[in-house]
């Protein structure tokens, strides 16, 4: 047996692709900065074959959600290049309760834009979502970027 799929689940365990975020947390000016920088392997769309993925950024303080920024549409590419950069103020002195929400979603005109993955950064958040967090907690005025894979919406 190939290593990381579970029995029963039928074959790839997260084909959702994945996404490159950085973060930053600067903690004399309690402002976390986060880029969105890529996005890699993302699923072709059933109705037009590729997807025009753009991203979506909520920011939760406490399990509200306080802020939220997105980035532009990405026409047909299942590997799109977003760089762009929002900062958020922290309306606290830590990040223990606060936590970034990524969602991709699929730009369809005309219906309900589908979310192609979801990926959540934060002192509870599971996986490599919790690892990073912590390393931006640990190290702020420093800008951590890493790959994390998409969960399913």
């Given at each position: 047996?190939?290593?990381?799929?579970?029995?029963?689940?039928?074959?790839?365990?997260?084909?959702?692709?994945?996404?490159?975020v950085?973060?930053c947390?600067?903690?004399?000016?309690?402002?976390?900065?986060?880029?969105?920088l890529?996005?890699?392997?993302?699923p072709?769309?059933?109705?037009?074959?590729?997807?025009?993925?753009?991203?979506?950024?909520?920011?939760?303080?406490?399990?509200?959600?306080i802020?939220?920024?997105k980035?532009?549409?990405?026409k047909c590419?299942?590997?799109?290049?977003?760089?762009?950069?929002?900062?958020?103020d922290?309306?606290?002195?830590?990040?223990?309760?606060i936590?970034?929400e990524f969602?991709?979603l699929?730009s369809?005109?005309g219906?309900?834009?589908?979310?192609?993955?979801?990926?959540?950064?934060g002192?509870?958040?599971?996986?490599?979502?919790?690892?990073?967090?912590?390393?931006?907690?640990?190290f702020?005025?420093?800008?951590i970027?890493?790959?994390?894979?998409?969960?399913d919406?």
């Amino acid at each position: 047996g190939s290593p990381g799929i579970s029995g029963g689940g039928g074959g790839i365990p997260s084909g959702r692709g994945e996404l490159l975020v950085s973060l930053c947390y600067q903690s004399t000016t309690n402002t976390l900065t986060v880029v969105v920088l890529k996005a890699r392997h993302l699923p072709k769309s059933d109705v037009s074959g590729l997807s025009d993925p753009y991203v979506k950024v909520n920011l939760y303080h406490a399990k509200k959600r306080i802020s939220k920024k997105k980035t532009h549409v990405k026409k047909c590419t299942p590997n799109a290049v977003f760089n762009e950069l929002f900062v958020f103020d922290i309306p606290c002195e830590s990040l223990e309760e606060i936590s970034v929400e990524f969602l991709v979603l699929d730009s369809e005109r005309g219906s309900r834009n589908e979310v192609i993955g979801r990926l959540v950064l934060g002192a509870t958040a599971e996986g490599s979502g919790g690892g990073h967090w912590k390393e931006i907690c640990d190290f702020p005025r420093r800008q951590i970027a890493k790959w994390h894979m998409l969960c399913d919406g």
